[in-house]
């Protein structure tokens, strides 16, 4: 009998970081590429901290050997990167433009000199703006525009990269993009976050089906952010009835089309006032629940939620406009005494293992990864430079945890990313929150391992953690 030893990983589980396209690279008028749906939100007056944009960022274009021999350093089996749309295909329409192909080709070329498994996000929210302008993700045609899109990626890179994830967060393309407006393109609509969010699922259908029919041996999947949703009072039956309707919301819409072929009837009736759904047509079912070889899940905090208060005006506690629609005047409630992070989200490790235990139950038979999982503090560094961030090296320690404890529990998780490899461009947030394990200082673009670096370095040598 062997015993297995309870703070180590299965044999073989993929360690890596990921960021995104917009989020690092900068360059962005540079070898073709035209803008996307956050160039022209950033510039935007108003729709960022300080005024923000991509524009420069961490400059990964041109410092991308830089950052994979950090990578390096630090042990990392993978890497998850996104092609930024307009990038290599200007306008989202048309031929590719190899120079901004050959940005990737050279990124990929290196991180596999050096051993480590690429691995692509087709879509990290950078919608050529052109797609927008001819209606964007509410219109049907952006769909099909990514399908083609992710298709000439593939066979520009897909014999060298092996693992394809379609979009990242389909929920915040949808809901954060056209309800709440608070990310790019900023509109504010409900019926069009909801067809945003059945066309983004049609594209992500379409998509796998035209990659696997040229690549049938590939690993592909798609990142949906997945939330812990638990009741304020799990003896009351107003906050039980809020959590069904947020977990609806946030998870059930998208998990049960991609894996069970159709959309929850009680979300659907919880929408009735809003849409009628009248944008799916026969067919589409089929093409987003088109076999997966794995899930990717975001993970960063839970919901806690109550019932709306009944003495209230329901004004007092509604977010207008929301990026709830059917669910708001749910109240979102802090739990008193859990610490958060500096975005305000609530640390709440169990509730990644409850997030992956559910999935594997509820959703059986697909491999699991956690492709993004990270928190933003304030760093500050010490007069050497150091940046020793505990409250992140806590944070990461009790999500390892809970990776550990999913599996103990049967989920079959074969891999985790932390987010992120850098300090970046955090949306509407700009560079005022740091989630990065490497630290960028922005005026002299200088990067820096933190502690929760080198923490995460031990762990993935050791491919689990010291008793
Ligand atoms: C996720 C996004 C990622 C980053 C983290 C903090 O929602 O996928 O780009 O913003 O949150």
Partial sequence: MTSIDPLTFPPGFLWGAATASYQIEGAVAEDGR?????????????????????????????????DVALMSDLGLGSYRFSVAWPRVQPGGRGPMNGKGLDFYRRLVDELLERGITPWVTLYHWDLPQELEDAGGWPARDTAARFAEYAALVHGAL?????????????????????????????????????????????????????????DPGAQLGVTLNLYAVSPADPGNAGDLEAARRIDGLANRIFLDPVLRGA????????????????????GDLDVIATPLDLLGINYYSRHVVAAPEPDAPAESYRRVPTPWPGGEDVRFVKRPGVPVTDMD???????????????????????????????????????????????????FDAHYRACLDAIAQGAPLRGYFAW???????????????????????????????????????????????G
């Fill in 34 to 66: 035209t803008p996307s749906i956050w160039d022209t939100f950033s510039h935007t007056p108003g729709r960022t901290v300080g005024g923000d944009t991509g524009d420069v960022a961490c400059e990964h274009y041109h410092r991308y050997r830089e």
């Fill in 158 to 214: 897909g014999d060298r990269v092996r693992h394809w994830t379609t979009l990242n967060e389909p929920w915040c393309s949808a809901f954060l993009g056209y309800a709440s407006g608070v990310h790019a393109p900023g509109r504010q609509h409900a019926p069009d976050a909801l067809a945003a969010t059945h066309h983004l699922l049609l594209g992500h259908g379409e998509a796998v089906r035209a990659i696997r029919a040229n």
């Fill in 263 to 282: 959309y929850p009837e009680d979300v659907r009736q919880d929408l009735a006032g809003i849409s009628d759904f009248g944008f799916v047509r026969d």
């Fill in 345 to 395: 989200w609530e640390v709440d490790a169990p509730g990644l293992t409850e997030t992956l235990v559910r999935v594997a139950r509820d959703y059986p038979g697909i491999p699991l990864y956690v492709t993004e999982n990270g928190a933003a503090y304030v760093d500050i560094p010490g007069a050497d430079g150091a940046i020793d961030d505990a409250e992140r090296v806590a944070y």
């Fill in 420 to 466: 992120s490899l850098l300090d970046n461009f955090e949306w509407a947030f700009g560079y005022s929150k740091r989630f990065g394990i490497i630290g960028v200082d922005y005026a002299t673009q200088r990067r820096t391992i933190k502690a929760s670096g080198h923490r995460y370095g031990d762990v993935v040598r050791r491919n689990g953690l010291a």
